[in-house]
């Protein structure tokens, strides 16, 4: 009877999680306050009473003081206080957003933002599912404050529940299951109310299940931390296949392995223009930028080298980090990526060597412009028989009219980007307007 009474007033009061927040955020702004204040007093003691607007001078003076030297300090302290007592993985205050979202590995992830997922929504309960380096499943839960791993060595899960989260990406609740009875009974096997998949690159990763439909002010720092938890399997799996094979040196092996895992040769979709790739090598990888509402930009980046398990693992690292870009939504320009790409080589020490071609365009406009670092990369147009189309050290807007561009890597096909005609154009419009470039 008592622990009913609980739960009831448990429900017309705050989380946990936003209980504390609110007592930090009130601790601080008082202290500010207060701070304020004693600086005012002191400064109205300070000037002598036969200054004209003492008072006036005193509250500029006091306010200038706050704003210059205790505010940073009270954001400073708020910081600390919200890592210390809450999490250093998620806030929901725009104050300390950009650093709550820090990079963590696989066992952060299980062991503490999991949790923090959980508390963060207000959910009495949730379930942690990863893909491990074996193909299988994992499945961990987290209830009243105690985790632990689901014994079964194999958490099974069902073919259609991932193409299901594929489409919805975004994140599903159990209530928009209804009319699908197989995808119903998955939610109500894993006991979730809502579900938020974790997607790199068309893949499923694993996914959090939660007792509670998360309020929609929770909804945009979860979707970061899933993005950022399917990045984090992503690298642990990559690790594990190097770790296992490194004795044995079959590097052709691990890099047929890391690159079904990670390159393929499916592209996004955009209106009026359709790019598709004929090479799947981990040499040479392709990544779009999304700068604006329209306004896109692809990168085509060959890493040198004549180990190709070396230079694959380069590749990898790379487009872990040009996926990052996305998820921050930084703006990029031609000389932006180049500079980016070159501090990414930078920083595991890679003298091999690179060659990239950079365009950018925008949909439904059949101008791209192009720009190119090194020699043996070649643009064709199929209705002009002019050979290469692009030099170094030149920006060139191309126009793709009724035939198409081919982007040639010393003698192999990589890339051809084709105009859509208007009538595919349209329907396309109709068919795909909802799609989001991951």
Partial sequence: MNIEISDQIKEYFPSGFK????????????????????IYNNINLWIPNE???????SLIASIIISIIFFLPVQEWLEVKLKKRFLSEYLFDDPLTLRLAYKRFEVEDLITNVFPDMVKFTGSSAGRLVLLSSLGNFEAFTYSKGRRRKIKNQSFHVNNRLLDYLKEHREGAAVSETFEQKEINEDFAQLKASYIIPFIFREKVFGFLTLSNIPEKAA????????????????????????????????????????????????????????????????????????????DYMFVLLAIHGKNRFGSGLVSSHIL??????????????????????????????????????????????????FTQVGTNFRIIDSEVKTGNLISVGWKYTLDIKDGSLYIFYKKEKILSITKIKEEEADTQLQTFRGTILR
Avoid at 26 to 38: D, E, K, M, P
Avoid at 51 to 57: A, D, E
Avoid at 244 to 269: C, G, M, N, Q
């Fill in 320 to 369: 872990g980090k040009y996926y990052s870009q996305g998820l921050i939504k930084k703006k990029h320009n031609h000389k932006s990526i180049k500079v980016f790409t070159e501090e990414c080589l930078e920083e595991l020490f890679w003298k091999e060597g690179y060659e990239m071609i950079v365009g950018s365009f925008r949909e439904n406009h059949s101008r791209i412009t």
């Fill in 19 to 38: 209980t504390k927040l609110l007592m930090i955020v009130l601790f601080s702004r008082v202290l500010l306050v207060t701070a304020g204040i004693l």
């Fill in 51 to 57: 200054v004209t607007y003492r008072l006036q001078l």
């Fill in 219 to 294: 909804m945009g720092t979860l979707r970061i931390l899933a993005s950022k938890a399917a990045l984090a399997v992503y690298n642990h799996i990559l690790s594990s296949q190097i770790a296992i094979h490194k004795k044995y040196k079959h590097e052709f092996e691990v890099a047929s392995r890391i690159e079904d895992l990670i390159f393929t040769t499916k592209t996004p979709r955009f209106l009026g223009v359709k790019f598709q790739t004929y090479q799947k090598d981990p040499n040479i990888l392709l990544e779009f930028f999304r700068n604006e509402e329209d």
